[in-house]
């Protein structure tokens, strides 16, 4: 059943989103280059995976706080967010449907050799891998993603299989507001630059509202939606009141009667 189901002509990959990550595939590890704010939003996205995770654990190694975690990282492009949590000590499998992408991540992991235990990268889609990881990840993150995907229903819905029961999903993505339009694209793709431009649509972007809904019609309960905020000026993130830019999710998987809605072919 599980197969029939993921095995149809829908996906979660978008082709044209493909090409524009395959271009940038060499740049992830400049830090100074295209990719500088993802490098930057770690200093506050992987504090909010390892303190959340740490506030539902009654234990845990001194050193490896994620020790004893096997985590998905859905669209891991270079490996940005894949390596800092297997320094954590956290079992970390990065998908990518870019190959360049993956070949940059093991690359890149192949100069730490505590990563080489830890990480382990894989060119493959989220549908793929439910067909043989079903309640497998004890934490999927999908940072800066869900505004990349095909089909976002079926890319939740996936999330939802993949997870162990009571496992949590963390998101970050970027608000549908006119506010995100000017600074998200106009702003930031063409007129400063530090993000390439075409990376974003806006039409794709998604309000928390709407995220939060498609979470808990898929069987997850939200636990937090906090706002984020880049400062273009000194480079940095912090957390905000405002999700009108951008803004993080934190969700769990619900155990309810007859699971959540299922996708059709």
Not at 123 to 130: A, D, R, T
Request: proline share 5%; hydrophobic share 35%.
């Amino acid at each position: 059943t599980m197969k029939r189901l993921f095995s149809t002509s829908r996906s979660t990959i978008d082709s044209k989103e493909m090409k524009k990550f395959q271009l940038l595939s060499h740049k992830w590890w400049d830090e100074e280059g295209e990719y500088s704010a993802l490098h930057s939003m770690n200093d506050i996205r992987v504090p909010f995976i390892r303190d959340t995770l740490l506030n539902m654990r009654n234990h845990h190694q001194l050193g490896n706080p994620l020790s004893g975690l096997r985590i998905l990282d859905v669209g891991c492009g270079g490996g940005l967010l894949s390596e800092p949590l297997g320094r954590l000590g956290a079992s970390v499998t990065g998908i990518d449907p870019v190959e360049d992408n993956i070949r940059t991540a093991d690359w890149h992991k192949s100069f730490d050799p505590i990563l080489a235990k830890r990480v382990q990268y894989k060119s493959s889609s989220l549908e793929e891998i439910v067909e043989e990881s079903v309640e497998t990840f004890d934490v999927i993150v999908a940072s800066e993603v869900v505004e990349h995907v095909a089909d976002l229903e079926m890319f939740i819905k996936c999330c939802y299989q993949v997870l162990k029961p009571e496992g949590s999903l963390f998101i970050t993505t970027i608000n549908k507001t006119q506010l995100s339009y000017v600074l998200g694209i106009v702003v930031a793709e063409k007129i400063i630059g530090i993000v390439p431009e075409g990376t974003h649509e806006w039409e794709k972007f998604v309000p928390p509202e709407e995220l939060q809904h498609l979470l808990e019609s898929s069987g997850f309960s939200v636990k937090a939606v906090n706002g984020m905020l880049y400062n273009p000026l000194t480079g940095a993130w912090s957390w905000r009141e405002s999700r009108s830019l951008n803004y993080a999710v934190h969700a769990m998987k619900c155990e309810r009667q007859g699971g959540p809605g299922r996708a059709e072919p």
